[in-house]
């Protein structure tokens, strides 16, 4: 009888071979700085919880009002009977925070993604995309079926030259991420609003990994830049600095109208349930009340990426908590990653397909929940590991 899966078995094989099978370790506890994984007690350097949110006590009392008052699930779609007085309200709130006309709530980041660009283009327009951005920008743009154009990481002399070439196609968008994930360095937007108006391009920016980080109070890339009402579409996560789940759409009303009508995810999959939307709305309460948390996180990353370079480590041009140590080898990486879980630090090797083969690293998430203790542990657990490799 045919083996319907050889090819599976095979390729899996392959995998193990190269040191890029993944094994999933499981979480134990709640996601913080000390976490349980696997049975054992580590420290955390690779969660996207920027802010410590994820087990904070006000983001869970929120939660639990919202379970005992409008129970664990919503039932339906937006469009049907799913949305909430606490949908809008998450909505209202962070269309204030992010200084933009509205606000649009999805299941996750990577839903908004899909549920934009193919609700803003089709077949015949053109998509400019770095060659760095995130898988979720990939699958919107291959959803929306229009035309990829990729140009060279934050090089924007060869998108205006590109940009030019396609001068005369009607509908254009300029789509980069705000923050690269796997790097930590950050788009050039002033650049691209410059081109996208000299050549009446949409833009768009996926701010996942700047939500909660960069601007007045983790606003995002935009407020870094101070370039409100300047950039046409911010799409958010909820799901890293803000510690719940979900993601977002942020800019001009009647884009986000146009999604209410358009966006699939947002049609067809049922809405965030209550707990998930009364956390996030306490989550920007915080952020709109203070900005400690932000600085804080800033500090830990400024601490930790110092002393790494003193030790020696390649830490790439991160300018966000977000630190890169550069390994390149991909069985080194996946060794050293080992070698950092004995000694209670969990950091996970990054390898090919997540980045590109050669450029394996071990990337390191600094958090405001961090304490100086568990950064001096981490350094020094890095550094016994280099001498031992």
């Known amino acids: 009888m045919q083996n319907k899966t050889a090819w599976i078995e095979k390729e899996i094989a392959n995998l193990k071979a190269q040191g890029l099978y993944k094994h999933v ?5 709640p996601s913080g700085p000390e976490i349980v994984v696997d049975g054992k007690k580590v420290l955390n350097f690779c969660s996207n919880n920027y802010l410590g949110f994820t087990n904070n006590p006000i983001l869970k009392k929120a939660a639990i009002k919202a379970i005992e008052k409008y129970g664990v699930g919503t039932g339906a779609v937006r469009t049907i009977a799913g ?13 204030e925070f992010k200084k933009v006309e509205d606000v649009i709530v999805f299941q996750s980041g990577l839903m908004a993604n899909i549920a934009v660009i193919p609700a803003l283009m089709g077949e015949g ?15 919107g743009c291959r959803l929306s079926k229009a035309t990829v154009v990729r140009y ?4 924007l002399v060869e998108l205006e030259k590109l940009v030019k070439e396609n001068s005369k196609v009607a509908k254009k968008l300029i789509v980069t991420d705000g923050v690269f994930s796997m790097d930590g360095d950050i ?13 009446d391009c949409l833009t768009m920016v996926d701010d996942a990994h700047g939500e909660g980080v960069l601007g007045k109070s983790g606003r995002g890339i935009v407020d870094h830049y101070h370039l409100h009402g300047q950039f046409d579409i911010e799409v958010g996560t909820l799901s890293k600095a803000f510690g719940v789940v979900g993601g977002f759409v942020a800019g001009k009303k009647i884009i986000v109208d146009w999604l209410r009508q358009k966006a699939r995810p947002f049609l067809f999959s049922t809405s965030l349930s209550p707990a998930d939307i009364a956390s996030c709305i306490a989550a920007v309460d915080i952020l709109k009340k203070s900005d400690a948390l932000v600085k804080k996180m800033w500090a830990n990353a400024e601490y930790f990426k110092n002393r790494m370079k003193k030790l020696g480590f390649d830490v790439g041009h991160s300018v966000t908590p977000i630190v890169p140590v550069m390994l390149m080898d991909e069985k080194l990486a996946v060794e050293f990653s080992r070698k950092l879980f ?5 950091a996970v090797a990054l390898c090919y ?3 590109p083969m050669g450029k394996a690293r ?20 890095f550094s016994e590991v280099k001498k031992g490799l």
Not at 83 to 95: F, G, R
Not at 152 to 155: G, K, S
Not at 342 to 346: N, W, Y
Not at 374 to 379: F, G, S
């Open 25 to 29: 370790r499981t979480l134990e506890s």
């Open 362 to 381: 071990i990337r390191v998430m600094i958090s405001a929940a961090h304490t100086r203790k568990h950064l001096d542990q981490a350094l020094l657990a």
């Open 353 to 355: 397909p997540t980045v």
């Open 83 to 95: 949305t909430m007085v606490l949908h809008l309200e998450l909505e209202k709130k962070l269309a």
């Open 152 to 155: 060279p990481h934050n090089n």
């Open 125 to 139: 327009d053109v998509i400019f995309s770095d060659e760095l951005n995130h898988a979720s920008i990939i699958d």
């Open 187 to 199: 788009s050039n937007l002033p650049g691209i609003v410059k081109i996208a108006t000299k050549y």
């Open 342 to 346: 004995e000694k209670g630090i969990f």
